[in-house]
């Protein structure tokens, strides 16, 4: 089947680990939730490959999908339809990379709060790179506090430094290290890349 999201958004969360966010889509370019137009793909190959995602809708969603052999069959049918398909796939695919840039810096960003957090205190240098690092990736108040509510925290503790009663299990992914001691040269990183990638 070729899903597509017309209305609500839809995590994308890794089959195996059940808690890493891969992606989320949102209706627009980058929708569908598999590769659009691929008739040179083996019918059996694709029913039978192995899947390592699976799809979430807190909010719920609305989709509509399509069968794949006879959607392809009916494209190629027509010259005209093939031409309009093959843009299709490269527009999807263009919507998933400008998007895939905001969600790694969100990701990056609860990583670093989790990491600012772990050793139950955070002080005025760890609030400030966090501070530069939302300025200069563009998170939000609102993505800032969602972060935040993740972790068992609000606003207001985490600009007076309490944060002693942080929630540190499956906030973020295993990928990164959350011992105090790597917070330091991780905050530093995260901001020279932060300078970096804004000139």
Not at 53 to 68: A, E, Q
Not at 184 to 193: K, L
Request: proline share 4%; glycine share 8%; aromatic share 8%.
């Amino acid at each position: 089947m070729y899903p597509d999201l017309l209305e609500g958004e839809i995590e994308v969360i890794d089959k195996d680990k059940g808690t890493d966010v891969l992606d989320v889509i949102e209706p627009g370019l980058g929708s569908w939730l598999r590769p659009v137009y691929h008739p040179d793909v083996f019918f059996d190959q694709c029913k039978h490959g192995s899947v390592v995602y699976k799809c979430s809708s807190k909010s719920g969603c609305r989709t509509v999908s399509f069968d794949r052999k006879i959607l392809v069959d009916y494209i190629m049918q027509n010259p005209r339809l093939t031409e309009a398909a093959k843009k299709v796939e490269l527009d999807d695919l263009w919507g998933k990379l400008h998007r895939a840039g905001p969600h790694r810096r969100r990701q990056t960003y609860q990583a670093m709060l989790q990491m600012a957090v772990s050793d139950g205190k955070l002080d005025k240098k760890e609030v400030e790179l966090l501070v530069l690092f939302r300025m200069r990736n563009g998170i939000t108040q609102k993505q800032h506090e969602e972060a935040l509510k993740k972790l068992g925290l609000t606003d207001s503790e985490f600009m007076k430094g309490e944060v002693g009663n942080a929630n540190l299990s499956g906030s973020c992914s295993d990928s990164f290290s959350t011992s105090p001691s790597s917070t330091s040269s991780v905050f530093d990183a995260a901001a020279s890349d932060a300078v970096a990638t804004q000139r």
